[in-house]
C-alpha cells in the first residue's frame, strides 16, 4: 500500500529513553523518504509503524480495536477507535487475499523513477477479511517486478488478488499479483 506521509511526533529531542536516545544519536537523523533510484518510501507515524514491522515478516495485519464488545477495523491507523472510542488495540492477520475494488493507471508528469514505468496500475483492494476497508498499493506480475509488468488486459474490477512484500531499500512493501495466472 502507499503510505500516508503524516509527519512523525517521535523525534530525537523527545526522546524519554536511554535507548531512544542512543538510536537518536548513533541513527539517521532523518527516516530516509526516497530510494536511491527514486522511489518513494513509507514513512511511518507511531500509530501505523507496526504495519510496516509485520510486513517485515511477510504479514498483512490491519489495527483492529480490543474492546471486548466492539473488535472493529480501524484502517488508516489511529489511537482511537472511531466506534467505541476505546484506546486498547490489537494487529489482526489478513489472509493477503482480496478483489480489486477500484484501480487508476497514472501517466506522467509523474516522478522520473514512476514516469519511467508509466502507465502503471494502482490498485484499491477490497481484502477478503475485511470488506470494510480498502488498501491502496501497485499490481505487479510478481514481487519485485516492475510496475508495469501486468498486462493492461487482465485487469478487472473485482478480480481476484493475493499480497506479496517487495524489498525497498530495506522495507517490505506490500504489492498485489493476480491470483490467476493468465
Ligand atoms: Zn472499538
Sequence with gaps: ????????????????????ATT?????????????GGLLLPVPDADGAPFWEYAARGEL??????????????????????????????????????RVWSYVRPHPPLLPAYA????????????ADAPGIRLAGNLVSAAGAALDSVDPE?????????????????VALPQWVLERAS
Excluded: N
Design 116 to 127: 519511467e514505468q508509466a502507465p502503471y496500475h494502482v490498485i484499491l483492494v477490497e481484502p
Design 1 to 20: 500500500m502507499t503510505t500516508m506521509r503524516t509527519p512523525t511526533a517521535k523525534t530525537a529531542k523527545t526522546a524519554k529513553t536511554a535507548k531512544e
Design 24 to 36: 537518536a544519536k548513533t541513527g539517521p537523523t532523518a527516516p530516509r523518504t526516497v530510494t536511491d
Design 154 to 170: 487482465r485487469l478487472r474490477i473485482g478480480a481476484r488478488v493475493q499480497v506479496v512484500f517487495t524489498e525497498l531499500d530495506g
Design 61 to 98: 495485519r490491519v489495527q483492529a480495536c480490543a474492546a471486548p464488545d466492539c473488535g472493529e477495523l480501524r484502517f488508516p491507523p489511529r489511537p482511537c477507535c472511531p466506534h467505541c472510542r476505546s484506546f486498547d488495540s490489537e494487529w489482526r492477520l489478513m489472509s493477503g487475499r482480496g
